[in-house]
């Protein structure tokens, strides 16, 4: 008789539970209307997605408010071609402006510009109501710190450390 015929199913053949399935959906589903909650905001304040708001953040609590290019898309989770356009698009609304790096002749700085930072603070009283009113508002203090310790465990599962990890900024 051929036992792996009989054996339990491989790990990859495992179906979700009922359970895991409702939470699985019931994580897609929240996520996606939260990114597009967040989205029209800040297009309705700012004129710019999400993560175009991110990457102003990022900008601005950097030191000198500039980061390389590589750190700028590892900050965002992005690869370095989205992260190219995106500047290009804030570059073009004055909000950001690239620089060479002086001791790499292939590396590029991304510098927020003033104007850049009076936008962030213009934007960001709203966008903190937002994330707010669609987010904690709606849990207790112990909901907003399990789900924090979730997602933490969930990132560190999802960036390793080990070299050759296929991480969107390193694409």
Same mark, same amino acid.
């Given at each position: 008789?051929? &036992?792996? $015929?009989t054996?339990?199913? %491989?790990? *990859?053949?495992?179906?979700? +539970?009922?359970?895991?399935q /409702?939470?699985?959906?019931?994580?897609?589903?929240?996520?996606?209307?939260?990114?597009?909650h967040?989205?029209?905001?800040?297009?309705r304040?700012?004129?710019?997605?999400?993560?175009?708001?991110?990457?102003?953040?990022?900008?601005?609590e950097?030191?000198?408010?500039?980061?390389r290019?590589?750190?700028?898309?590892?900050?965002a989770?992005? &690869?370095? $071609?989205?992260?190219s356009? %995106?500047? *290009?698009r804030l570059e073009? +609304?004055?909000?950001?402006? /690239?620089?060479?790096?002086?001791?790499?002749?292939?590396?590029?700085?991304?510098?927020?510009?003033?104007?850049?930072?009076?936008?962030?603070?213009?934007?960001?009283?709203?966008?903190?109501a937002?994330?707010?009113?669609?987010?904690?508002?709606?849990?207790t203090?112990?909901?907003?710190?399990?789900?924090?310790?979730?997602?933490?465990i969930?990132?560190?599962?999802?960036?390793?450390?080990?070299?050759?990890?296929?991480l969107?900024w390193?694409?």
């Amino acid at each position: 008789m051929n &036992t792996a $015929s009989t054996s339990a199913p %491989a790990a *990859a053949d495992r179906w979700l +539970s009922d359970e895991e399935q /409702r939470v699985w959906r019931s994580y897609l589903h929240a996520s996606t209307l939260l990114e597009d909650h967040l989205d029209r905001q800040l297009q309705r304040d700012a004129g710019m997605p999400h993560i175009y708001y991110g990457l102003l953040v990022g900008l601005a609590e950097a030191p000198g408010r500039r980061l390389r290019m590589t750190e700028l898309a590892r900050g965002a989770k992005i &690869t370095r $071609s989205r992260l190219s356009h %995106a500047v *290009a698009r804030l570059e073009k +609304s004055g909000w950001v402006r /690239r620089e060479d790096c002086p001791d790499d002749k292939r590396g590029q700085f991304a510098v927020l510009t003033d104007e850049g930072s009076a936008v962030l603070r213009r934007t960001a009283p709203g966008h903190v109501a937002a994330v707010r009113q669609a987010l904690f508002e709606r849990l207790t203090p112990e909901q907003q710190q399990a789900l924090g310790e979730i997602m933490e465990i969930v990132a560190e599962g999802l960036q390793p450390d080990e070299a050759g990890a296929d991480l969107p900024w390193l694409r």
